[in-house]
């Protein structure tokens, strides 16, 4: 299967604790992003890395997050002291800047983060 | 501001009827492209197609077919005789070039709801 990747698929956790989701893109895509989804509206953009350098971070990613791609490949996205409002889905995807590429952005299967 | 608008937040049609999902986008960005994205019961986002900004002409795939028109900023998508594997919520995003030939982050609207009755 060469689509992306998320694990885990689902996560329940305790307010105030940490977690961390993780992310494999298409292996040939160089750039990742990070969206959340919330019940009933459309994936909100939260950061994205070209290879390894982080471009972009959305005013959603508080200090409470935190976004790495360290070697240019996989992706980790944390959450530290979480909270209710952080109960959503987390979406990542993966796409080339490569010459014919236009954005277009390709999903994984997301990861379903829900905070007791 | 939003920059895509959905207005419709749910559709229900009949198996075989065609149905028209709206789309209006707001962008100072002369260079721009447009997305469709369906999200099936599922979950997870299928990209359908990409428009770029300096070519309104129309596409047609299959059963599927997109209205792009500049001078209204609309984006359209319709099902021509709908079939109920076609419900889904289906979203359209808007890519921005900004700094450059630089584009990052997509913008979606709220999506709509499409449910396709036998």
């Known amino acids: 299967d060469t689509g992306v990747s998320q694990n885990p698929r689902h996560k329940i956790t305790k307010r105030g604790q940490n977690v961390t989701f993780r992310c494999d893109p298409i292996?040939?895509?160089?750039?990742l992003y990070w969206y959340r989804q919330t019940l009933g509206q459309g994936p909100e953009f939260l950061t994205y890395f070209q290879n390894e350098a982080q471009l972009e971070k959305s005013r959603l990613l508080s200090d409470r997050f935190s976004a790495e791609r360290p070697k240019g490949s996989f992706s980790t996205l944390e959450i530290q002291r979480t909270e209710q409002g952080d109960s959503a889905m987390y979406l990542c995807a993966s796409s080339s800047t490569g010459e014919g590429s236009y954005n277009e952005q390709f999903f994984g299967p997301g990861t379903r983060l829900t905070v007791l | 501001a939003q920059k895509v608008t959905q207005a419709q937040t749910e559709i229900s049609v009949v198996e075989k009827e065609d149905v028209t999902l709206d789309c209006v986008y707001e962008t100072r960005d002369t260079t721009y492209y447009l997305f469709w994205y369906k999200q099936p019961p599922s979950g997870e986002l299928v990209f359908l197609i990409r428009r770029n900004s300096f070519d309104e002409q129309n596409e047609i795939s299959g059963r599927y077919s997109w209205n792009f028109q500049k001078s209204t900023s609309s984006f359209n998508f319709t099902i021509t005789a709908s079939q109920v594997v076609d419900s889904a919520v289906y979203f359209c995003?808007?890519?921005?070039?900004?700094?450059?030939?630089?584009?990052?982050?997509?913008?979606f609207g709220r999506g709509t709801q499409l449910t396709v009755w036998p």
């Open positions: 292996s040939e895509h160089n750039r």
């Open positions: 995003a808007l890519s921005e070039a900004d700094r450059g030939s630089t584009l990052g982050r997509l913008y």
